[in-house]
């Protein structure tokens, strides 16, 4: 228990301060008993990391139109294996590319890493552009 005494306005206060429990104290003044409520401290606030999603580029003329990421199957895609950003994109919708070819540079970490084909085939969709901040998984290129 912590006890004080205030003069105010010439008036003498002798105040003890007894337990906290959940944010209400136990104050006596002068004698008297009150129950008083302290302010919560606010939480501090979190901030949320903002990813861009990737939006796939253009399709080749012949192919009739665009490719959108939703109409994409990006279970076979090539995947961002760490958080980062995109520094350069290699390749477009409708190349031709070989396994062991580079299709992304990510930077992650302040090093930049060659992202390459895993197979042989076309690209069918690119779902990012350069600087683009990416998550561990997001789906950065698709081969078919």
Do not use: C, F
Not at 87 to 97: A, F, R
Not at 121 to 132: N, R, S
């Amino acid at each position: 228990m912590k006890e004080y005494k205030y003069t105010i306005n010439g008036t003498k206060y002798e105040v003890a301060i007894g337990d906290i429990v959940e944010n209400i104290a136990n104050v006596t003044v002068n004698g008297e008993e009150y129950k008083v409520e302290m302010e919560r401290e606010p939480e501090p606030e979190k901030k949320k990391v903002v990813v861009k999603t990737g939006v796939a580029s253009e399709a080749p003329a012949d192919n009739g139109g665009e490719t959108s990421a939703a109409n994409v199957d990006t279970s076979n895609a090539l995947k961002a294996p760490l958080p980062g950003t995109i520094i350069e994109v290699k390749v477009k919708v409708g190349d031709q590319v070989s396994a062991g070819d580079t299709l992304v540079v990510l930077e992650a970490m302040k090093m930049a890493n060659n992202l390459e084909s895993e197979k042989a085939g076309t690209v069918k969709a690119v779902l990012v552009k350069e600087g683009d901040s990416v998550m561990e998984d997001t789906p950065l290129v698709v081969v078919e």
